[in-house]
T-cell receptor, first 110, second 110 residues
């Protein structure tokens, strides 16, 4: 365990489904992040939250909707996804420097 | 936008050989971070470099930050099979949001 826990580890969903990814950290970090990792692209920053406030939305399509109810929890709500959204979704947290990543959710959209 | 270029994309070495990956930016980096991702795993923070010309060592790993703070390198001496994985550099950025390079995938033949 890294201190950042992501569930589920694997998810298969249809294009009309609605699902949510969950991330939880008990490291006392103030910032949390969602990254997308595809096979042929670098790690892509999706969303940033600092002290529960969203500080960055990196031009992510509206079918991805983040939620940060408190500084320990982060969600990524998914709806009407496309097959090209299949990827590893990584959550991370940080305090000053050095990100701690979760194990990720391997998402497959069919 | 800000990009960090990483080379080579792939490196295959015989166990015991040395390995180096390079990270370059067209603009001055505020800091550079290095991460390792094992196959099937998630990125794990290795180190952060902040100062111009900084050199840090972790056992067989040597990290360097260029004098102009536009490039960095990671050198592994006498590789072992446990070194297998993808090594990422990341620009810490002025706001602390990491921008990752595409990574160098290292394979080690026993």
């Amino acid at each position: 365990e890294t201190g950042v826990t992501q569930t589920p580890r694997h998810l298969v969903m249809g294009m009309t489904n609605k699902k949510s990814l969950k991330c939880e950290q008990h490291l006392g970090h103030n910032a949390m992040y969602w990254y997308k990792q595809s096979a042929k692209k670098p790690l892509e920053l999706m969303f940033v939250y600092n002290f529960k406030e969203q500080t960055e939305n990196n031009s992510v399509p509206s079918r991805f909707s983040p939620e940060c109810p408190n500084s320990s929890h982060l969600f990524l709500h998914l709806h009407t996804l496309q097959p090209e959204d299949s990827a590893l979704y990584l959550c991370a947290s940080s305090q000053e420097w050095g990100y701690t990543f979760g194990s990720g959710t391997r998402l497959t959209v069919v | 936008g800000q990009q960090v270029m990483q080379i080579p994309q792939y490196q295959h070495v015989q166990e015991g050989e040395d390995f180096t990956t390079y990270c370059n930016s067209s603009t001055t980096l505020s800091n550079i971070q290095w991460y390792k991702q094992r196959p099937g795993g998630h990125p794990v923070f290795l180190i952060q470099l902040v100062k111009s010309g900084e050199v840090k060592k972790q056992k067989r790993l040597t990290f360097q930050f260029g004098e102009a703070k536009k490039n960095s390198s990671l050198h592994i001496t006498a590789t072992q099979t446990t070194d297998v994985g993808t090594y990422f550099c990341a620009d810490g950025g002025s706001q602390g949001n990491l921008i990752f390079g595409k990574g160098t995938k290292l394979s080690v033949k026993p």
